[in-house]
């Protein structure tokens, strides 16, 4: 069962008006995100994994040892991250669910200090990776780091929102200002009800 390229949930130019231009989105979902379809498909061909799914892939790949991972961990593993990226954020969703403010203020706080630490995070991130909000084994709401194509599957946590910063996901738009990315990320490109969606089925 070969893997397929997911469209986009909406058009190359939707999210310009909000910092993410439509050279980015060709950019990062026709060429990278492809990229990782056609090289996962070409990898797993005639193994084991050929019919097991993203997730059975991701889990049984992982390698917590080795800091370069296996080919076919780094390509299915970022097949999947963009997959829920791109579903992540949209033009609509801007107005955060009440359910899921209440929650991030009863693990953090506040919304504010939510969004602060998920951007150190992010900055913090040395190289290439992700930041990401997960829900825990047992249920709490952590913030957590990854290098490369690493995600909360490899963890048994629930991915709830995450942010892609290597840099052909902002490079584009904000040059090296990875933090004026990771806040506009925040501030203008988050579909929170797909947030709060994912945390009512974690």
Excluded at 51 to 70: F, K, L
Excluded at 79 to 86: G, I, M, S, T, V
Excluded at 105 to 122: I, L, N
């Amino acid at each position: 069962m070969a893997f397929e390229l997911p469209d986009l949930p909406y058009a190359h130019d939707a999210l310009a008006a909000n910092g993410m231009s439509k050279e980015t989105l060709e950019y990062h979902h026709d060429l990278h995100h492809k990229a990782y379809v056609d090289n996962g498909n070409k990898l797993i061909a005639g193994t084991e994994w050929a019919d097991r799914s993203m997730e059975d892939i991701i889990t049984g790949t992982y390698n917590a040892g080795s800091v370069a991972q296996n080919g076919i961990f780094n390509n299915i593993s970022q097949l999947w991250n963009h997959n829920q990226f791109w579903e992540m954020m949209g033009p609509k969703g801007r107005k955060m669910p009440g359910a899921l403010e209440s929650r991030l203020v009863d693990a953090f706080g506040s919304v504010e200090t939510f969004k602060a630490e998920f951007s150190a995070a992010g900055v913090g991130q040395f190289g290439s990776g992700w930041c990401w909000l997960v829900a825990d084994k047992d249920g709490s709401l952590k913030i957590t780091k990854t290098e490369n194509g690493v995600n909360p599957l490899c963890f048994g946590q629930t991915a709830l929102l995450g942010c892609d910063v290597w840099e052909h996901s902002y490079y584009i738009d904000f040059r090296n200002k990875r933090p004026a990315y990771l806040a506009n990320f925040l501030d203008k490109l988050v579909n929170w009800e797909n947030v709060a969606e994912r945390l009512a089925n974690a």
